[in-house]
């Protein structure tokens, strides 16, 4: 009987940190505009999004993620812009979960169209959703989200996401004097129904007018979670390269910081990105990154594209967030929209 095929050994960056997570971004659009991510000054009517023809094919995607994971990825997460957009997005869940080596498949969404599609998703192999939420009140998570939106719209998609049998995952961006007095309210909503997260506001892109005083410290955050009779201990990680610090309440109930800012994890971060149209960052803060597209649509063979991925890695040194300051600021930053979270 023959033994089965060995994992590949890690392919290691030049500072020693494997290649473990892949990210696709399969639309720049969004069907909101939020203030942190795309704001509607910035991607109003006139803005001018991806052609069609420009964005991978599912067949494309499918590939690169072969290649990916032949060199050691097993995590797969689809983004945006917001993904739900891109038609047939199932076809291209199924695709991805065939792939030998997939250990984990996810979704970052905003979650307004989980209603329609989350059956579909999870039959087609999804195991498990990121949602965005900002707040639950009305008024606030309506300004962050730049189209008014009520917050009742992702909840009931979170709902279905949970009612399809998908793990569900909640992010929430926090700055100062915008949502984070809400922050309380919210986790106690939801700590029974999904795992929490709060994210201290970062300085992706270049238009979502980030500052240090908006940022406010995931051990404030910690703090204002408590209350006045609560206390929390740390969850050790479960892997090498967990974005989320975790903590556990006395009833145990967990929840997530992600301290970007105030405690950079660039030295375990495994994540590589791929945009919708095959452009491969090795850093969410990157200024650019390396086209895959075009020697895929030139006819190259999977040992050249693996052996092109692979001098990328080899040679990463990325961790803008421990060298964030002056000289970073001034540093233009591919979007979000482009690239996902």
């Known amino acids: 009987m023959p033994l089965p095929d060995a994992p590949p050994a890690p392919l290691l960056d030049a500072l020693g940190r494997p290649l473990r997570d892949l990210r696709i971004s399969v639309t720049d659009r969004c069907n909101l505009r939020c203030t942190y991510c795309m704001p509607a000054e910035v991607f109003g009517p006139g803005y001018a999004f991806l052609p069609r023809e420009d ?7 499918e590939r690169l993620a072969r290649v990916f994971v032949g060199l050691g990825v097993q995590k797969l997460r689809i983004t945006g812009g917001e993904p739900t957009l891109r038609r047939d997005l199932p076809e291209l869940i199924e695709r991805l979960r065939s792939i030998p080596g997939v250990q984990d498949l996810a979704m ?20 498990r959703v990121t949602v965005s939420l900002d707040s639950l009140d009305p008024a606030v998570f309506g300004t962050m989200n730049g189209l008014g939106t009520d917050p009742q719209r992702v909840l009931d998609g979170i709902e279905a996401a949970l009612q399809a049998g998908l793990r569900v995952k909640v992010n929430t961006v926090v700055q100062r004097g915008v949502n984070d007095e809400h922050l309380r309210a919210l986790w106690l909503a939801l700590r029974d129904r999904a795992a929490v997260r709060f994210i201290e506001f970062m300085d992706v892109g270049n238009h979502n007018g980030w500052n240090l005083e908006s940022v406010v410290p995931s051990r404030e955050v910690l703090v204002r979670l408590a209350g006045e009779q609560e206390t929390f201990q740390a969850v050790q990680a479960d892997y090498r390269g ?22 950079p994890f660039c030295g375990d971060c495994t994540r590589a ?69």
């Open 273 to 341: 990105r791929l945009s919708a149209v095959g452009t491969l960052y090795t850093c969410l803060f990157a200024s650019g990154g390396v086209d895959l597209r075009a020697p895929l649509r030139a006819g190259a063979s999977d040992e050249t594209l693996a052996a092109q991925v692979r001098g990328i890695w080899a040679a990463r040194r990325d961790r803008y967030s421990e060298e964030r300051g002056e000289v970073t600021a001034r540093t233009p930053r591919v979007e979000m929209s482009h690239i996902g979270g």
């Open 108 to 127: 970052t969404t905003n979650g307004l169209l989980l209603p329609r599609f989350a059956p579909e998703l999870r039959s087609a192999g999804l195991d």
């Open 55 to 61: 964005l991978l094919s599912f067949e494309e995607i």
């Open 242 to 263: 967990e974005v989320a610090s975790r903590y556990r309440d006395g009833a145990g109930h967990e929840v997530g910081l992600i301290s970007s800012v105030t405690a």
